[in-house]
């Protein structure tokens, strides 16, 4: 079965400096991954999702991810955070299995971004 | 807004007790999904609609059920009411298939005494 992990549980950063959010998955194949935003009582927003193609991938809010096969990772990137990026962040990875799929999510990384 | 809408926004129920949630899609959506986020079990996928017809299927126990209906509004039905299903319940919709974006709504908060 699949598996992602979000090694850090907090990250704490100052306005303006750059971030790195990390995510590991554990599939055999190819996996359709995503990035997803979930501000305080609010329900989640994607930021960019990866199927196939170009490994460096950019989303909305002036975030990216690349993934790495080698590494099974999919690191979300953004050079300046903005005070509003605080929030809890979520990577998850879907398995294709006959035209539907079953998404498995990390348990979040919650930034917090100091003034 | 996503244009995704949930109602109740928050339910306090017993044990034992049944209730109903309830999703409308954006318009034009036809996949519905139904997750669970609880701080024991993170955000787990429940189940997943196409069109009226189950698609996929989750961590969703045999307490629950869920149905989508030809307006392709959704309810999520859940029974027999534990402590430990107190949650928020969030649906998303999206086009088509999973290449299409999901769209998530601002979730029910379950809370079960």
């Known amino acids: 079965a699949q598996s992602v992990t979000q090694p850090d549980i907090h990250i704490t950063v100052s306005e303006g400096a750059s971030l790195e959010l990390r995510c590991n998955y554990s599939y055999g194949a190819t996996p359709y991954l995503f990035w997803y935003v979930q501000s305080p009582g609010q329900g989640l927003q994607l930021l960019l999702k990866?199927?196939?193609?170009?490994?460096l991938v950019q989303g909305i809010k002036g975030f990216e991810a690349e993934f790495k096969r080698s590494q099974s990772s999919f690191n979300l990137r953004k050079p300046s955070v903005h005070w509003s990026d605080a929030a809890e962040y979520f990577c998850a990875v879907g398995v294709n299995s006959g035209g539907s799929y079953i998404p498995t999510f990390g348990r979040g990384t919650s930034l917090i971004v100091h003034p | 807004d996503s244009g995704v809408t949930q109602t109740p926004k928050h339910l306090i129920t017993a044990t034992g007790q049944r209730v109903t949630l309830r999703c409308s899609p954006r318009s034009g959506d036809l996949s519905v999904y139904w997750y669970q986020q609880s701080l024991d079990q993170g955000l787990q996928f429940l189940i997943q609609?196409?069109?009226?017809?189950?698609?996929a299927k989750g961590n969703i126990l045999e307490r629950f059920s869920a149905q989508q209906f030809p307006d392709l509004h959704s309810e999520l039905n859940l029974s027999s009411l534990e402590l430990g299903d107190s949650a928020l319940y969030f649906c998303?919709?999206?086009?088509?298939?999973?290449?299409?974006?999901?769209?998530f709504g601002p979730g029910t908060r379950l809370t079960v005494l």
């Open positions: 998303a919709s999206s086009s088509r298939t999973i290449a299409d974006t999901q769209y």
């Open positions: 990866y199927f196939s193609g170009d490994t």
């Open positions: 609609y196409y069109n009226g017809e189950e698609r």
